[in-house]
């Protein structure tokens, strides 16, 4: 009966260590996911990012194609799909979709 009773409280001992790393990994997490939400919200507050695409004529300023390659790999761009922010047919020339390749 005193060795079930020493086995048991090693193992109330061991569990009772495993609980607070548990709760040390949930409070990790949570401050984890608070950083982030605040992140997230900071960057949703801020203004976009200017790409360095020329802007159209189209009102508000919206932005369409990057001027040429140079434009576009200076900013990052390069290369640039169709369908994404800043592709142009004219950054194309085998039409592939891919432009400044």
Do not use: I, K, W
Request: one cysteine or more; aromatic letters at 2%; hydrophobic letters at 45%.
């Amino acid at each position: 009966m005193a060795a079930q009773a020493a086995d048991l409280a090693t193992r109330e001992a061991a569990l009772a260590q495993r609980q607070g790393e548990v709760d040390a990994a949930v409070a990790a997490v949570a401050q984890r996911e608070a950083a982030l939400a605040a992140a997230e919200a900071a960057a949703a507050s801020r203004p976009p990012v200017s790409s360095g695409a020329a802007t159209g004529g189209a009102p508000g300023g919206v932005t369409s194609a990057f001027r040429n390659c140079d434009a576009a790999r200076a900013a990052g761009a390069a290369p640039v799909r169709r369908g994404e922010p800043g592709y142009g047919p004219h950054l194309d020339r085998d039409d592939d979709g891919v432009g400044c390749e």
